[in-house]
């Protein structure tokens, strides 16, 4: 065999190969299930590997709501337009953060709530995790009520003492009422 014979076919080789591995993830499927939406800063609707779809409610944050109703979206008082404008920028931080890692996410189920959302940790294929990356950007708060179902509590914790420490997001903003109280004032109108 020539030496422009043996680099051809090394170099062949090497092609095959790489088209290979490229390919790998048309045939196995990527890792991670597949992010179909959205919902708001805390909650996506996802597809696992086999097909499914179920909706998924992140473990140890909240985030600060958005409108769900025509009504709400056209409030005008000042508590309502707070909440979704802060709502909104956290859906449209997750949403880049989604995207940005090819609609990928891993999930680490912790429990299911009483609508029937899966309860998880959640991290991206860049392997940063969600609900820091949120508290860190000031854009969620803790959730103690369920901190305890928590397997990252103390990561948390820490990422949201660093935003309220630097008024980072919501922690600059002294018109802000944290999500829970905001619903439970929403409903009693």
């Known amino acids: 065999m020539t030496k422009l014979h043996k680099s051809l076919l090394i170099l062949l080789s090497a092609t095959l190969i790489m088209t290979g591995v490229a390919g790998c993830t048309r045939f196995f499927g990527s890792s991670g ?30 985030a600060p709501e958005i409108p769900h109703s025509r009504k709400e979206q056209a409030s005008k008082k000042a508590s309502d337009r707070n909440q979704f404008n802060w709502g909104a920028k956290a859906q449209a931080r997750l949403e880049q953060l989604v995207k940005q890692n090819g609609d990928r996410v ?17 991290r991206l294929k860049d392997g940063s995790f969600v609900q820091e990356v949120l508290l860190k950007e000031g854009l969620a708060k803790v959730y103690r009520p369920y901190l305890n179902k928590c397997p990252s509590k103390d990561l948390v914790q820490q990422a949201e003492a660093q935003a309220q420490q630097q008024g980072i997001g919501i922690w600059g903003d002294t018109d ?3 999500p829970w109280k905001y619903r439970s004032v929403s409903k009693r109108q």
């Open 106 to 122: 891993t999930l680490t189920i912790t429990d299911s709530d009483r609508y029937g959302r899966k309860v998880a940790e959640v």
């Open 33 to 62: 299930d597949l992010v179909e939406r959205v919902s708001d800063g805390d909650t996506l609707v996802v597809k696992d590997a086999q097909g499914n779809k179920f909706t998924v409610r992140f473990a140890c944050v909240d």
């Open 176 to 178: 802000f009422t944290d």
